[in-house]
């Protein structure tokens, strides 16, 4: 397909165990987008990529949180020691880097820490 | 006081009726406006962005007063479909670092 993929959809895990989402950009989309959304909350930023670096980590809640991005395309965010409240919906985005919006967000992955 | 301040809802219309959302954003230098549409348990879509001398695509009109700093979205002759949380978004760095607000709810009735 030609949009934004997210692995895996859903993710059930146990409080202290890590996980790792996955994000598949548009092809050629530079611009790289981290966000996640809580039940009935807003979309809370957590890290922008631009090709393969990150000038802005300032969303990362915590040093549990990581985020990389390798030959500007696929993206991994780990969450160490996983808690109750990084339960939500973890969300990637990209755009060409020439535009001002956010132009297409994946299906985003729903993380449940039990 | 948040960055992005929206009316969470809902708002209840019924079809055909015409209802405004109004956005206020406290960054006066913020330098680009949009509306994303999220359907329930669905990821946002960019519904259109808001320039100053304001747009229209069919049914939806935006509107930026950069003087009281709020942005508009009117939607006329309300459908079904319509139904869905409008989130405004303001971006403010130069590298399209944009900021969400909560969303405001809109439930169409028939």
């Known amino acids: 397909g030609a949009g934004v993929s997210q692995s895996p959809s859903n993710k059930v895990t146990e409080k202290g165990k890590d996980v790792e989402l996955r994000c598949d950009p548009i092809?050629?989309?530079?611009?790289l987008y981290w966000y996640r959304q809580s039940l009935g909350q807003g979309l809370e930023f957590l890290i922008y990529?631009?090709?393969?670096?990150?000038?802005?980590k300032s969303g990362l809640p915590s040093d549990r949180f990581s985020a990389e991005r390798t030959g500007g395309s696929v993206s991994t965010l780990t969450i160490q020691r996983t808690q109750q409240e990084d339960s939500a919906v973890y969300l990637c985005?990209?755009?060409?880097?020439?535009?001002?919006?956010?132009?297409?967000f994946g299906p985003g992955t729903r993380l449940t820490v039990l | 006081r948040k960055e992005v301040e929206q009316d969470p809802g809902p708002f209840n219309v019924p079809e055909g009726a015409t209802v405004a959302f109004n956005c206020t954003y406290s960054?006066?230098?913020?330098?680009?406006f949009f509306w994303y549409r999220q359907d329930c348990r669905k990821e946002p879509k960019l519904l259109m962005s808001?320039?100053?001398s304001g747009n229209e695509d069919g049914r939806f009109t935006a509107q930026l007063n950069r003087a009281s700093q709020y942005i508009s979205l009117l939607i006329r002759d309300s459908k079904l479909s319509d139904s869905a949380t409008y989130l405004c978004?303001?971006?403010?760095?130069?590298?399209?670092?944009?900021?969400f607000g909560t969303g405001t709810k809109l439930q169409v009735i028939p």
């Open positions: 985005a990209s755009s060409l880097p020439q535009r001002q919006d956010i132009e297409f």
């Open positions: 092809s050629g989309h530079t611009a």
């Open positions: 990529f631009q090709g393969n670096s990150a000038p802005d």
């Open positions: 960054n006066s230098a913020s330098q680009s």
């Open positions: 808001v320039y100053s």
């Open positions: 978004v303001v971006g403010s760095g130069g590298y399209q670092k944009v900021t």
